[in-house]
């Protein structure tokens, strides 16, 4: 009884103890971006040593970061629609022609979310850069299609399934093709399961480094993460400019996150309980 009365107590102390452990590395970083290159060595874990924003304005022009974020946003954006495009009408086709070869096809697709990236990206590399498609923004997208469509698919799949085919059938009678009855009656009821795979495949994308570093060579092309990297490179001895790139790096999405928090939770939520 004593162990039951004092336990939120203790999950309290608890979550105070695992919080801490899980953001004193961010905390961390973000002090030491606001210091000198002498103060971190000596003494890192010190508030003395502040040098302002210097290490911000230093790193935002050095490492390009309105390019690579614009970067980002495009590729994270258009893989985004296709993903979502392509995924729910596959799954809508999947399930709505009960053809015996869709069953095989629905089988492969599930088992194929078992295999890592890993095995795959030298094949990848060495098969499309001896066709020259690397090195393209639009590549990048395509790829990212390729590797997203089959959980997306998985997870349409099922919420199709709860789409009354009724609803389907009053618009065919009101003169309505397959095209627009997806359109306009289907998709509309995928709302909670669109809004759950936009989040996961927003977050996949933005936060990748892997696929880009093998797909994009170019400078100009690098998204955030890719830029982060070779800056942090460049710059290895000057840790205050690293640790402020890398805190401009995870800014965007720590915010998009705590603005849509709620919205993540819910839609996650509605997607297991499917």
Same mark, same amino acid.
């Given at each position: 009884?004593?162990?039951?009365?004092?336990?939120?107590?203790?999950?309290?102390?608890? %979550?105070?103890?695992?919080?801490?452990?899980?953001?004193?590395?961010?905390?961390?970083?973000?002090?030491?971006?606001?210091?000198?290159?002498?103060?971190?060595?000596? !003494?890192?874990?010190?508030?003395?040593?502040?040098?302002?924003?210097?290490? @911000?304005?230093?790193?935002?022009?050095?490492?390009? #970061?309105?390019?690579?974020?614009?970067? %980002?946003?495009?590729? %994270?954006?258009?893989?985004?629609? /296709?993903?979502?495009?392509?995924?729910?009408?596959?799954?809508?086709?999947?399930?709505?022609?009960?053809?015996? $070869?869709?069953?095989?096809?629905?089988? /492969?697709? /599930?088992?194929?979310?078992?295999?890592?990236?890993?095995?795959?990206?030298?094949?990848?590399?060495?098969?499309?850069?001896? $066709?020259?498609?690397?090195?393209?923004?639009?590549?990048?997208?395509?790829? @990212?299609?390729?590797?997203?469509?089959?959980?997306?698919?998985?997870? #349409?799949?099922?919420? /199709?399934?709860?789409?009354?085919?009724?609803?389907?059938?009053?618009?065919?009678?009101?003169?309505?093709?397959?095209?627009?009855?997806?359109?306009?009656?289907?998709?509309?009821?995928?709302?909670?399961?669109?809004?759950?795979?936009?989040?996961? !495949?927003?977050?996949? $994308?933005?936060? !990748?480094?892997?696929?880009?570093?093998?797909?994009?060579?170019?400078?100009?092309?690098?998204?955030?993460?890719?830029?982060?990297?070779?800056?942090?490179?460049? #710059?290895? %001895?000057?840790?205050?400019?690293?640790?402020?790139?890398?805190?401009?790096?995870?800014?965007?999405?720590?915010?998009?996150?705590? $603005?849509?928090?709620?919205?993540?939770?819910?839609?996650?939520?509605?997607?297991?309980?499917?």
């Amino acid at each position: 009884m004593k162990i039951k009365n004092n336990w939120p107590i203790f999950s309290f102390i608890i %979550s105070i103890v695992v919080g801490f452990i899980m953001l004193f590395p961010f905390f961390m970083v973000l002090l030491n971006s606001f210091k000198g290159r002498i103060s971190i060595i000596r !003494d890192p874990m010190s508030f003395s040593g502040f040098v302002g924003f210097d290490n @911000y304005v230093n790193a935002f022009k050095t490492m390009n #970061y309105l390019g690579a974020i614009k970067n %980002s946003i495009a590729v %994270s954006g258009l893989s985004l629609v /296709v993903i979502v495009v392509f995924s729910s009408m596959f799954a809508y086709f999947l399930e709505r022609w009960q053809w015996k $070869i869709n069953k095989i096809i629905f089988l /492969v697709i /599930v088992a194929s979310m078992i295999i890592p990236f890993q095995t795959l990206m030298i094949p990848l590399v060495s098969i499309y850069g001896s $066709i020259g498609v690397l090195n393209s923004g639009g590549s990048l997208i395509f790829f @990212y299609l390729g590797f997203g469509m089959a959980m997306a698919t998985f997870m #349409y799949h099922g919420f /199709v399934k709860g789409v009354p085919k009724e609803l389907e059938e009053a618009a065919l009678l009101d003169g309505c093709g397959k095209l627009e009855t997806f359109w306009r009656i289907v998709f509309p009821n995928l709302a909670p399961i669109t809004a759950t795979i936009i989040i996961l !495949d927003l977050l996949w $994308i933005w936060n !990748d480094y892997l696929l880009p570093s093998l797909v994009l060579i170019r400078e100009t092309q690098r998204t955030l993460p890719l830029s982060t990297f070779y800056f942090f490179g460049n #710059y290895t %001895s000057e840790f205050g400019y690293g640790m402020a790139a890398l805190i401009m790096s995870i800014a965007p999405i720590l915010i998009l996150y705590l $603005i849509l928090q709620r919205q993540i939770i819910s839609g996650v939520m509605n997607g297991s309980i499917k």
